[in-house]
């Protein structure tokens, strides 16, 4: 089944404690992205990557890491997070050729505090 | 950063109505995309618009990419229960290219028996 996985899908921290939300799709794409949802704000860019060790900022990178070492994983890394990075964070992958046809993980809701 | 104006914001209509929203924009889109989300799940891609004037079916969904490229609108015919969810547009500038897609803030459907 074609999907894109996430871990872990709920999280609760506290300031400062270094995490990592994975990322991992199984359909070969080249274009994967990451998206934080926020009441009233709509889904928000954060980074993204148009193939292996290319990666860029999106709209909303501050306080956020990516990295692209294989194909199929886009790990999302917060080194100190913050209460305003509590949110719901989607991870999403397509081709290279439709990066507007996005196929998108179940989502992972952090909560920091 | 670009705003897309979604409307409604949210709306309550019985089963077996139609359903009409809209995205308004004030730039130029050359890809427009329609997205629904159900409760605790990522988004899922409904249809996708790539020229303009373009009206596209999926079952009872029909969406239209505005002749202006400024805006698009989406209609649901005979509404159904599973039909519940946030419907989020989304707009591209340069198709297929890691131009970043802007999502609208989406309209949120009740739908009641």
């Known amino acids: 089944e074609a999907q894109v996985t996430q871990n872990p899908r709920y999280l609760i921290t506290v300031t400062g404690k270094k995490l990592t939300v994975t990322c991992s799709q199984n359909?070969?794409?080249?274009?994967m992205s990451w998206y934080r949802q926020d009441p009233g704000l709509g889904l928000r860019q954060i980074y993204y990557?148009?193939?292996?060790?290319?990666?860029d900022k999106g709209d909303v990178p501050e306080g956020y890491k990516v990295s692209r070492k294989e194909k199929r994983n886009f790990p999302l890394i917060l080194e100190s997070p913050s209460p305003n990075q509590t949110s719901l964070y989607f991870c999403?992958?397509?081709?290279?050729?439709?990066?507007?046809?996005?196929?998108f993980g179940e989502g992972s809701r952090l909560t920091v505090l | 950063g670009q705003q897309l104006n979604q409307s409604p914001q949210s709306m309550f209509i019985q089963e077996g109505e139609d359903v009409s929203m809209n995205c308004t924009s004030s730039?130029?889109?050359?890809?427009w995309l329609w997205y629904k989300q159900d409760p605790g799940e990522g988004p899922v891609l409904l249809i996708a618009?790539?020229?303009?004037?373009e009206l596209t079916s999926n079952g009872r969904l029909t969406a239209q990419f505005g002749i202006t490229r400024k805006d698009s609108f989406l209609n649901i015919s005979a509404s159904i229960p599973s039909d519940v969810g946030i419907y989020f547009c989304?707009?591209?500038?340069?198709?297929?290219?890691?131009?970043?897609?802007?999502f609208g803030t989406g309209t949120r459907l009740q739908v009641t028996l």
């Open positions: 999403a992958s397509s081709i290279a050729g439709k990066t507007g046809e996005l196929f």
């Open positions: 359909m070969n794409h080249e274009y």
């Open positions: 990557s148009m193939n292996v060790e290319v990666t």
């Open positions: 730039s130029i889109f050359n890809t």
């Open positions: 618009l790539y020229k303009a004037g």
């Open positions: 989304a707009g591209q500038k340069n198709t297929g290219t890691a131009s970043k897609l802007t």
